[in-house]
């Protein structure tokens, strides 16, 4: 089983900043890492597929990037409406895991 | 527009037997493995349990192996899970969640059913 450490568990960004999240595989996943995005009493929503490709509909400001066991979510250019939770998520396979969260405010 | 739709959560005290159900629509359901996660208060994601298009794989994490079971029924596109001997810790917000074509992963999740173990 893979498990998954999320980092930092808690950030905080002003408009306009670039952030980076990271998520760590204790074993090699491929690239079979997806990144969801929840705000507080709502659904995940899908935001980056395979570690790098951007799920239709969802800003070019996010992206993913890495593979094997290090990668990596990042927001361009900040928005008030970034404010949200990011999970990692590993399906390369069962029992799929998450990793712990991280929770973005925006000053 | 794929939606899910989970039903049947509650307030039930421990050791007693809960059914979810995902009522499914937008999408051919019977096409799509299916997945459950649950969220407890205040915390992040949990993988519980996957099926697939077929029903014939099944896969559980371990915290809820032989306790939970999942199923579907594809004439009716609707997901279920069974909850059995459940202990205050259960208490969650469940997600059916949808499995994405080609090993992708989730995809598509429902707004949850909030389940409440407790005496």
């Known amino acids: 089983e893979s498990t998954l450490t999320q980092s930092p568990t808690f950030m905080s960004a002003t408009p306009g900043d670039k952030v980076n999240i990271s998520c760590k595989a204790s074993q090699d996943i491929d690239d079979d890492l997806n990144w969801y995005q929840q705000k507080p009493g709502e659904a995940p929503i899908f935001i980056i597929q395979d570690a790098t490709t951007l799920v239709p509909g969802i800003s070019p400001r996010f992206s993913g990037s890495g593979s094997g066991t290090d990668f990596t979510l990042t927001i361009n250019n900040i928005e008030s409406e970034d404010a949200a939770s990011y999970f990692c998520l590993q399906h390369d396979d069962f029992p799929y895991t998450f990793g712990q969260g991280t929770k973005l405010e925006i000053k | 527009q794929v939606q899910l739709a989970e039903s049947g959560g509650g307030v039930v005290p421990p050791g007693r037997f809960l059914r979810l159900s995902c009522a499914a629509s937008?999408?051919?359901?019977?096409?799509?493995?299916m997945h459950w996660v649950r969220q407890a208060p205040g915390k992040g994601l949990e993988w519980l349990a996957f099926i697939s298009h077929d029903g014939n794989l099944k896969y559980y994490t371990d915290s809820v192996k032989g306790r939970f079971t999942i199923s579907r029924d594809n004439s009716k596109s609707t997901l279920f899970v069974q909850l059995f001997s459940l202990r205050p810790e259960d208490t969650a917000l469940y997600f059916c969640?949808?499995?994405?074509?080609?090993?992708?992963?989730?995809?598509?999740w429902g707004q949850g059913t909030l389940v409440t173990v407790s005496s």
């Open positions: 969640a949808r499995q994405g074509t080609a090993n992708s992963g989730i995809d598509s």
């Open positions: 937008g999408f051919t359901f019977s096409y799509f493995g």
